[in-house]
Every structure is written in structure tokens, then in C-alpha cells.
């Protein structure tokens, strides 16, 4: 009798309204409105990471020349820099542009294909190449619109953690893309 009583004056709190126990559902979310001009200022950062890095060594520390054994050295803080601190913050990003390229080049390189039977009379699908061609070009997309689901939901969210299942998914299709293309 005693816990009805207690669960009755409970105040009734919806824990799962909250993307994050530190903020009400309601209340904006400030990270969103600050990506791009952070994104900007961590980009000029990197560049003028690399430029001062470029000068230090270039005139500084006596320049750059493969030939001379005393400055050849100079050359590894600027690629050091260039590589693991500027190239490397943007791989997310060249990884989805080429991403869409891919499947972009894929879907016209069907086209092509579908186009020239057509024009010659030669019917579409009829051997296995052409098969495995179709389900890799569908399973290539499904991968890049899966993708770009996880990086809108992981963005969206205020959750940094990745589910599993989604991340266990995309590698299947991944593996079983690469076997695909070993039998062509």
C-alpha cells in the first residue's frame, strides 16, 4: 500500500524526451548553429598551420632541397602538418564526395551500357556481368544512403556513440559488394 502511494506522488518525468539529461527537449541546440563558422575557422586554422610551417622551414630553418642531406629534414614538419593535421580533418568530407562520385559515374556507366543495347538492338540483362553489375550499382547505393543516414543521425542527435547494428550493416554490404566484383 505504502509504494502505491509513493508512485503516486512521483512527478511524472518522461526521460526519453530528452536527447541529453543536461538539456530539456525543448532548448536549442547551440552546436548546430555554430558547425559552419567553426568548420571555417578550424579550416583557416589548418591552412595557416601548413603556411607557417612552410615558412618556418622555407626561411628559417634554410629551405628545402632533396639534394642537400643537412635540410632534407625540412620537408617533414610541413608534410607532417599538411598530412595529419590539415588532409586528415577533411577526410570525412572527401570520403562522401567521392562517395557520390562513385555511385554518380556507376549510375551513368549503366546508362551507357543500357543506351548502347538499345541502340544496337542487343537485348538488356542477359548475361551474368550484367546481373552482378545491377546488384553491386544497388547495393553501392543502398551503402551511400545508409551512409548518409548514420551522418545525418549522428549529426542530428546529440548521441556521438554510433549504434552497432547500423555499423555491422554497412560493412555486410561492404563485404558483400567486394565479393560481388570478384565474380565479374
Known sequence: MQLKNQQQTMPNTNLRAYDSLDQPPDAPEQRHKAFVP?????????????????????????????????IVFNYHP???????????GDVKVVHAILMLLSLLF???????????HNLRGIP????IHSWIGIIVTVLFGLQVCLNGCLLTVSYCSAKDSLPNEF?????????????LLELR
Not at 107 to 114: I, Q
Not at 124 to 127: Q, R
Not at 167 to 179: A, K
Open 106 to 116: 556507376a549510375v551513368v556507366g549503366l546508362k551507357a551500357a543500357f543506351d548502347s
Open 124 to 127: 538488356n540483362l542477359y548475361s
Open 38 to 70: 567553426l568548420v571555417v575557422v578550424v579550416q583557416i586554422a589548418g591552412l595557416l598551420a601548413v603556411v607557417l610551417s612552410i615558412v618556418w622551414m622555407g626561411l628559417y630553418a634554410g629551405g628545402f632541397d632533396w639534394s642537400q642531406p643537412e
Open 167 to 179: 555499423l555491422l550493416i554497412t560493412l555486410l554490404i561492404r563485404i558483400l559488394i567486394y565479393n
Open 78 to 88: 610541413v608534410f607532417m602538418v599538411l598530412g595529419l593535421v590539415f588532409c586528415f
